[in-house]
Every structure is written in structure tokens, then in C-alpha cells.
């Protein structure tokens, strides 16, 4: 945490010799490695983490690995690392990571499901709302959109997410009254 990278590098690799299954030990210095840019040898130590079978909290390395895949613009490995952590956790800050990439990867239909899936788990999470109304707008569900783009504003009036469902209200609700009077 303090960018001390070659430093963490020494006490990860010193833990992976005591114990060289510590599969906590080879994620964190997978991440170590992902601070770095050392993209190949992050992704060595992250498998290596996964290759133990009794290994804990597999989603955690999944979800690195989707991350270092999302870093380097690889979206459906990116997707396929963030259904595996999905796999093992169905938790918000997976699926959300999971809709994004699906989104990246063009796969706005699939998106769009794991985005509501994760407003349905988390309804209070305008981090997921956002971006399923970004979505819905890559679809031109402008009226699903702005249902969310509301929503937003109503949870959290302040948040930076507000200030930009609020933009973009101010752009859609015109058109979507221009659009109600010529029915």
C-alpha cells in the first residue's frame, strides 16, 4: 500500500518459500505485480494461487485476474475471470465488475441481466445503477435509463453519481416529453 513494491516482492516470494501452497501469498504477489505492470508474472502468480485446490477465497484471485484482463483491454478473459469469482461469491462488487466487462465486450444483452442482478441484490448501490442505465442507453431503453437516472438522485442527492444522472435527465426528459406528445 505504501508503493513499496520491490520490498513486498521480497517478503511475498520469502512466505511462497516457507510454504510454497500459500496461495494468499502468490495472489498478493500477483497484485504486486499488477502495481508494477508486470502483467505475465502477475498472471503466473495469480494461477499458481488457483492451482492450490484447497485454497479459501478463489474469487478474490479470479477477481484480480479480471481486473489485470480489464487493465489490458482482454474483455472476454476479463469476463470469463469475473464469472469464475461469480462462480464461488455471488457478491455486488463481482457482478458489477462482471456487467462492465460484458459491457466492454460488447455484450450489452448479458450486461444488462448482470447489472440487474446486481441492483436487485444491492438496491441502494448507485454505482451499479449507473451503470445499468448507461447500459439501457447503449440499448436506447431511454425510459429504463431514466428510471435508474432518478433512482440515483433519490438515494444519494449529493453523490458525483447524482450530478450525472442529473445531466443526463436534463437531457432525456425533453426528448422523452417530445416524444410522449407526438404519440
Known amino acids: 500500500l505504501m508503493g513499496k513494491y ?12 516457507i510454504d510454497p501452497e500459500f496461495s494468499d501469498a502468490h495472489n498478493a504477489l500477483g497484485t504486486v505485480y499488477m502495481k508494477q505492470k508486470k502483467w505475465k508474472e502477475a498472471l ?8 492450490n485446490k484447497l485454497y479459501a477465497t478463489p474469487n478474490i484471485t479470479y477477481v484480480n485476474m479480471g481486473d489485470l484482463y480489464m487493465t489490458t483491454e482482454d474483455y472476454p478473459k476479463a469476463v470469463e475471470a469475473y464469472r469464475e469469482a461469480k462462480r464461488y461469491v455471488s457478491q455486488d462488487y463481482i457482478i458489477y465488475r ?4 460484458l459491457m466492454k465486450a460488447g455484450n450489452t444483452k448479458d450486461a444488462i441481466a448482470e447489472l440487474q442482478e ?5 438496491p441502494k448501490n448507485t454505482d451499479m445503477r449507473l451503470a445499468l442505465a448507461l447500459t439501457y442507453l447503449k440499448v ?17 442527492p449529493q453523490s458525483d453519481n447524482a450530478k450525472v444522472a442529473r445531466d443526463y435527465i436534463k437531457t432525456l426528459e425533453p426528448d422523452m416529453q417530445k416524444k410522449q406528445r407526438s404519440l
Open 6 to 17: 520491490g520490498e513486498a516482492e521480497k517478503y511475498y516470494k520469502e512466505s511462497i518459500d
Open 44 to 51: 503466473k502468480s495469480f494461477q499458481r494461487a488457483l492451482s
Open 140 to 156: 436506447n431503453n431511454k425510459q429504463s435509463a431514466l428510471a435508474q437516472f432518478r433512482k440515483i438522485v433519490e438515494l444519494e
Open 98 to 101: 462482471l456487467g462492465m466487462a
Open 118 to 122: 446486481g441492483v436487485a441484490l444491492t
